[in-house]
């Protein structure tokens, strides 16, 4: 069976631009989280999705917004992007919002210029 | 060999000893406890969880032992083998509650297996 998938797995983008990354679950899971992971560092929740709805959202700034798809996909969207904004942006998969253990795809590497 | 997973960033064991990760966890909420292994490039990958209820929960070459009292966490790998290289996370969180806040990581312990 497919992990999560995220894509695209490298982004370049310049400052005040915005960017679009993609996260499509394990087969069957319902819940999809959002964490930014700078170099160096353990990562660092952004956003919890179940079932369509948000769950739980963690100190980032309204820049930060994402969605969830009726297939259970999630797009996570970053507005006027900050040079602090490079990171690794791993999503993770549950079956349920609350009930874990999360499993992580291997992340979008966003570099901003 | 021993280590404070927040205190101490690397741990350097020899190939075939056992290896023996700490976590210290702030939240005494925190009723679910994870450990992650992160290679380099690439996503954390599950390792073990625990939930409070349980003191120690043994996988394939790990254990994971709780200390709710002192709120530590460890991570035991027996036989460390050259493939268990990486960075070690623990995480935490409230099991089955309301709030969904997510994972809170620690800043995890790099293990580097000597030959």
């Known amino acids: 069976d497919a992990g999560v998938t995220q894509s695209p797995t490298h982004l370049i983008k310049t400052r005040g631009q915005h960017v679009t990354l993609r996260c499509s679950p394990i087969?069957?899971?319902?819940?999809v989280s959002w964490y930014q992971q700078v170099l160096g560092q353990g990562p660092q929740f952004i956003f919890q999705?179940?079932?369509?709805?948000?769950?739980g959202r963690g100190n980032f700034p309204d820049r930060f917004s994402a969605r969830q798809f009726p297939n259970y996909s999630s797009e996570l969207n970053v507005n006027a992007l900050l040079l602090g904004d490079s990171a690794l942006y791993l999503c993770?998969?549950?079956?349920?919002?609350?009930?874990?253990?999360?499993?992580f795809g291997d992340g979008t590497r966003l570099s901003i210029l | 060999g021993e280590s404070v997973g927040l205190h101490l960033p690397t741990l350097s064991v020899q190939e075939g000893d056992n290896s023996i990760i700490n976590c210290a966890y702030s939240?005494?909420?925190?009723?679910?406890f994870i450990w992650y292994k992160q290679e380099s490039g690439k996503g954390p990958q599950f390792i073990i969880d625990?939930?409070?209820?349980?003191d120690k929960r043994q996988g394939q070459r790990v254990t994971v032992l709780l200390n709710k009292t002192v709120k530590h966490l460890s991570l035991q790998i027996a036989a460390t083998q050259p493939g268990d290289s990486a960075v070690y996370f623990c995480?935490?969180?409230?099991?089955?509650?309301?709030?969904?806040?997510?994972?809170?990581f620690g800043k995890g312990t790099h293990l580097i297996i000597q030959p």
């Open positions: 993770a998969s549950s079956f349920q919002g609350a009930v874990q253990p999360q499993h």
């Open positions: 087969s069957g899971h319902k819940s």
């Open positions: 999705y179940y079932e369509k709805e948000e769950r």
């Open positions: 939240n005494s909420a925190s009723d679910y």
């Open positions: 625990i939930r409070s209820n349980m």
């Open positions: 995480a935490e969180n409230i099991y089955g509650g309301r709030r969904a806040d997510g994972l809170t």
